[in-house]
């Protein structure tokens, strides 16, 4: 898990080898660390290079020889910083280029199937970017009860993003439900809910089916979404 993690961040195999190798051993020669690591020697200084570079291993010089030593762990915190700085300056540049290369003049598909928690992710998250009111009608907690800590932060970004959420929910909830801030309940007789989460938000329309790998339908169609948003507004008034 460490070694992919460090592979995220982008270390290369070699550098991944010798950086936690000085982190277990303490600091080394690059001599010594080719022979303990079984890493070519030439490898092994372009990877020490490149580590200092990237400010997680230092060096000294003893006896016209350089050694080497991994800096304390919390340098790692500035190079995640350093990534994330970089992944939020180029987001939109980025989805800029793309639209402009993407020439394709035919009408985009109006419906896409997300699987499991990681495409349901996607979907929340794209729901804070549109920022949008969004209507719920639910019968359970499923989205708190997957999700767990990610429900709490999705909500608080929500309400940092002042995103109004209208949601109806069964009558068994009524008092039991969290207040927050920009949030409205409604509750309803069972018989108007069903176990299928319908969510609107903008032009799209989410059918989410909560099984053991939950599966999402989204819609992007205007009529569609309006005749779905006219019966949650018939059960929001009624």
């Excluded at 001599?31 to 372009?46: H, P």
Aim: aromatic fraction near 12%; charge should be positive; hydrophobic fraction near 35%.
């Amino acid at each position: 898990m460490l070694e992919q993690n460090l592979s995220k961040l982008g270390f290369s195999p070699s550098e991944i080898k010798i950086y936690l190798h000085l982190l277990r051993r303490g600091s080394s020669y690059a001599n010594k660390i080719s022979l303990e690591t079984k890493v070519n020697r030439t490898n092994v200084y372009e990877a020490l290079n490149r580590l200092v570079a990237k400010g997680v291993v230092a060096f000294i010089t003893k006896n016209k020889v350089k050694w080497y030593e991994a800096k304390d762990p919390k340098y790692i915190i500035s190079l995640i910083k350093e990534k994330e700085e970089y992944l939020k300056k180029t987001k939109y540049s980025l989805i800029k280029e793309i639209k402009e290369v993407n020439t394709n003049s035919e009408k985009p598909l109006e419906a896409n199937i997300f699987t499991g928690k990681k495409g349901l992710r996607i979907l929340f998250e794209e729901i804070l970017e549109t920022k949008k009111p969004i209507s719920i009608i639910a019968a359970e907690l499923q989205f708190q009860k997957l999700f767990g800590p990610y429900f709490e932060l999705w909500h608080k970004q929500r309400a940092e993003k002042k995103i109004l959420q209208k949601s109806i929910f069964p009558k068994k909830f009524k008092g039991k439900l969290k207040k927050r801030t920009l949030l409205e309940y409604k509750f309803v007789d069972d018989k108007f809910t069903n176990p299928t989460t319908t969510i609107l938000y903008g032009d799209n329309c989410l059918l989410i089916q909560w099984s053991k790998e939950p599966i999402a339908i989204k819609i992007n169609n205007k009529e569609i979404v309006k005749s779905h948003k006219n019966y949650f507004d018939m059960l929001w008034n009624s």
